[in-house]
């Protein structure tokens, strides 16, 4: 990772930074030194004052700028691996989708942000289905493949600005920001289609049939995310209680449990 790092090469913008930082600290050693030959050499003779000076300049010049060269480019270095690492901390590492911990992260700073904004939204945890039977019968590799399948089409049917992530195993989680409820119910839909209509092979040639459940829970409130995580759960089950491969929503209350919506079969 770090050879590829010093191979990136500087923007326009990088080089522009990187020289500014150079001359800057060109200067300000030149500066320091100035003032300490001056102070040093004060009672000096004319000629050695003068060379006091003019190592005062020249030095810092030779010796500041490679080294401020290099210490910035270093710098940039460690700043570039550390975004990457971020992300890699974030992120799933067969899916790609972000992992439990940033999903829950991100959902609870975009719940605080839409109730700020008076927006409405759903919350939705999607399950493969007989997923055991999948690593049992095909291998674990065809049950990998099974997942990032099922994680790309996850995404294909969401928008821009939804939040999707893997919560571990085969359970996934999608927040639907700014959406009316109609439309939530959709795009629930539209992931249980997609996923039960992909096609997906054993290494043998055999189709893998692979399908998920889907709880989810709208709504148009303040509501936390630990709420709405207890009440997508909830409706979760209860699709696969009614035979998986399909959806169940319901909307949030401000007293009363309402009843369970069936979305689809």
Not at 24 to 33: E, H, I, K, P, T
Not at 185 to 210: D, Q
């Amino acid at each position: 990772m770090t050879r590829r790092l010093t191979q990136q090469p500087l923007t326009k913008r990088g080089f522009c930074k990187l020289a500014g930082i150079t001359l800057c600290g060109v200067l300000s050693c030149m500066a320091v030194a100035l003032a300490y030959n001056a102070a040093l050499f004060r009672n000096a003779d004319p000629e050695a004052f003068r060379l006091a000076m003019i190592c005062a300049v020249v030095v810092p010049t030779i010796l500041g700028g490679p080294l401020f060269v290099f210490l910035s480019l270093k710098l940039r270095e460690l700043r570039i691996l550390n975004r990457q690492l971020a992300i890699v901390a974030a992120h799933d590492g067969l899916t790609t989708l972000l992992n439990r911990r940033a999903f829950t992260e991100r959902v609870e700073a975009q719940l605080e942000s839409m109730a700020t904004d008076g927006l409405a939204g759903s919350l939705f945890l999607i399950d493969a289905d007989f997923f055991k039977s999948i690593n049992d019968r095909y291998g674990h590799a065809t049950g990998d493949r099974a997942l990032k399948a099922i994680a790309l089409r996850l995404q294909d049917s969401v928008r821009e600005g939804d939040i999707i992530g893997r919560l571990g195993g085969e359970e996934f989680g999608v927040l639907l920001v700014d959406v009316a409820p109609p439309l939530a119910k959709e795009i629930a839909e539209r992931m249980r289609e997609a996923v039960a209509t992909m096609e997906l092979a054993s290494p043998e040639g055999k189709p893998v049939p692979v399908s998920v459940s889907i709880g989810g829970v709208i709504f148009d409130r303040p509501v936390g995310y630990s709420y709405l995580y207890q009440e997508a759960d909830n409706r979760l089950y209860e699709a696969k209680a009614r035979g998986r491969n399909r959806v169940v929503v319901r909307r949030t209350a401000p007293t009363a449990a309402a009843e369970p919506e069936r979305v689809s079969a």
